[in-house]
């Protein structure tokens, strides 16, 4: 099954937290604290496999989870580092953040390997914390969260020229013939389920990509029929070939046919209709004499006064399909060398994903109440009981903006503030 999308969930390793711990040792009467800091958690890490064409592995497994760090030891031994998850994924791919939609990272072009997600960072070992007046720590620092989001995963082939036209039209056979690629051909409707490349190799050395972009009928922007699944497709390319059945063999219109996808393609990305085209009308080989030549002309006189070159060929005979791909490299080789790269536009290592959630609110008259996941971690590894322990505490409801909620909601000196069965006085 091809797999050109998927969604995912990925979430990188959790630091290991510092460990408390006091050396113990015969004839040393006064080791001090010896607790260890803790591991640093595993990245999450998108790398390019060249045997990958699809994201089919994306399908069935929803969730990645690199490895946390481990906990320091006693002895200033260090927690192990956790090991990294590295996700590979075929060239082409674009990471999104799901909720914007906005791109992370493109995986083409050189960028072979990116770190979306690092991983927490571990904490200190009550080691650190030994001052001439502390000198037994009874705290250690906890490890950083983990960090976590939920990302799309978008194949964009990597071609110079994108295939379009409607279902039928001898796309297929056409890229048969001038490339080495093997696509399904049957005189059916929506034969072609995937996007198909070929490399079309010149006589004199030269070559590009094509892709027979499938499933573009009116409605494609909107997700009818096939055309929103594969439109993305068409972002990378420089050029589009329209493909046309200029016999009208099935009684359609070839000129409607271009304005109709030109129409999808501006619908979906307005940057899309305004590529370089070339028109070839196909099935040519069908029509002898006048009805041949009038063929052609209709389309020339519709299209070329714009700068969009007609080219009549035959897909099945190979009739005028040898002129038209020295026009494409031609043309190609006239365009802008850069390739068509999806820029960052959402920064994960940007977010904060340590700020925990807490609330801070008035209970009733001369008692506030704080809680939250972040402030009973912090309740947990800090020993209240020490001096030191308590300014830390302190200078932690201060750095993270508590105290100052709790003065914008009128605390006075001699209130009583409340954390998880904990009671303290307030003052200045």
Sequence with gaps: MFADSAKIYIRSGKGGDGHVSFRREIFVPAGGPDGGDGGKGGDVIFEVDENLNTLTDYRFVKKYMAEDGDTGGKKNCHGKNGEDLILKVPEGTVIKETESGKVIADMSHGNR????????????????????????????????????????????????????????????????????????????HFTTLNPNLGVVDLENGDGFVIADIPGLIEGASQGIGLGHEFLKHIERTKVIIHMVDAAGVEGRDPISDIETINNELRAYNEELASKPQVIAANKLDILYGEEEEQAVKTLKDAFEPSGIKVFPISAVSGKGVRELLFYLKELLDSLPSEPVVFEREFDPSAIDFGNEPYTVVKEEEHLFVVEGPRIERMLGYTNLDSEKGFEFF???????????????????????????????????
């Design 113 to 188: 390997k990116e770190v979306i997600l690092k991983g927490g960072r571990g904490g200190k070992g009550n080691q650190h914390y030994a001052t001439a007046t502390m000198q037994v720590p009874k705290y250690a620092q906890p490890g950083q969260k983990a960090k976590e989001l939920n990302v799309t995963l978008e194949l964009k082939v990597i071609a110079d020229v994108g295939l379009v036209g409607f279902p039928n039209v001898g796309k297929s056979t056409f890229l048969s013939r001038v490339t080495n690629a093997k696509p399904k051909i049957a005189n059916y």
């Design 394 to 428: 302190q200078h932690f409801l201060k750095d993270s903006g508590i105290l100052d909620e709790l003065e914008t909601l009128g605390i006075e000196e001699g209130d009583t503030v409340k954390m998880y069965g904990l009671h303290f006085d307030y003052y200045k």
